[in-house]
T-cell receptor
Framework: DTAVSQTPKYLVTQMGNDKSIKCEQN?????MYWYKQDSKKFLKIMFS???????INETVPNRFSPKSPDKAHLNLHINSLELGDSAVYFC??????????????FGPGTRLTVT | KNQVEQSPQSLIILEGKNCTLQ??????????LRWYKQDTGRGPVSLTI?????NTKSNGRYTATLDADTKQSSLHITASQLSDSASYIC????????????FGKGTKLSVKP
């Protein structure tokens, strides 16, 4: 029944590996986001997709590649993982883009630990 | 440079007391301002969203105010409960269909019995 779901919840991997995090929303929203929350709990937007089209792409290393197969899914693939990638990654969704006052619904987060 | 500053960084209050959290921003042009509550280990939950024309909005015991002239917002929590212990994040979006989101670093609130 969860509105925004992410898998896996925890991910522990070694440096240099490639990993993916999946996100799905069943709210019928047309916009989805990926956020990174570092160890200091500071949230930062990474990507935003509207109707499967990339509309926000912050200065994120190109090792991070989002993929939106349809409006309900936004997956995050990370190549050649580095220690600094360790963080909690949140997926979110909303009606319309963030320039409009639409509420964003966040997933439970994926805690990525790179060793 | 677009920035969102929150104060205090952390706050401890006794259960039942009121408190006010502050958010100052320099984002321009302004579209909307959001307050989120984030419990430890959980995703943020939206409390209020305000546009330029709104100067107050309530959500239960939470009341947010916005002064677009001075670029200040506050979140007032009435009759605090232990479950209010969380981080409170202020986020400002600039204009445009893309709406860049600028996040504050949050205020960590602890409510003690």
């Amino acid at each position: 029944d969860t509105a925004v779901s992410q898998t896996p919840k925890y991910l522990v991997t070694q440096m240099g590996n490639d990993k993916s995090i999946k996100c799905e929303q069943n709210l019928g929203h047309d916009t989805m986001y990926w956020y990174k929350q570092d160890s200091k709990k500071f949230l930062k937007i990474m990507f935003s997709y509207n109707n499967k089209e990339l509309i926000i792409n912050e200065t994120v290393p190109n090792r991070f590649s989002p993929k939106s197969p349809d409006k309900a899914h936004l997956n995050l693939h990370i190549n050649s993982l580095e220690l600094g990638d360790s963080a909690v990654y949140f997926c979110a969704s909303s009606w319309g883009t963030s320039g409009f006052p639409y509420e964003q619904y966040f997933g439970p987060g994926t805690r990525l630990t790179v060793t | 440079k677009n920035q969102v500053e929150q104060s205090p960084q952390s706050l401890i209050i006794l259960e039942g007391k009121n408190c006010t959290l502050q958010c100052n921003y320099t984002v321009s042009p302004f579209s909307n301002l959001r307050w989120y509550k984030q419990d430890t280990g959980r995703g943020p939950v939206s409390l209020t969203i305000m546009t330029f024309s709104e100067n107050t909005k309530s959500n239960g015991r939470y009341t947010a105010t916005l002064d677009a002239d001075t670029k200040q917002s506050s979140l007032h929590i009435t009759a605090s409960q232990l479950s209010d212990s969380a981080s409170y994040i202020c986020v400002v979006s600039d204009e445009g269909s893309q709406g860049n989101l600028i996040f504050g670093k949050g205020t960590k609130l602890s409510v003690k019995p």
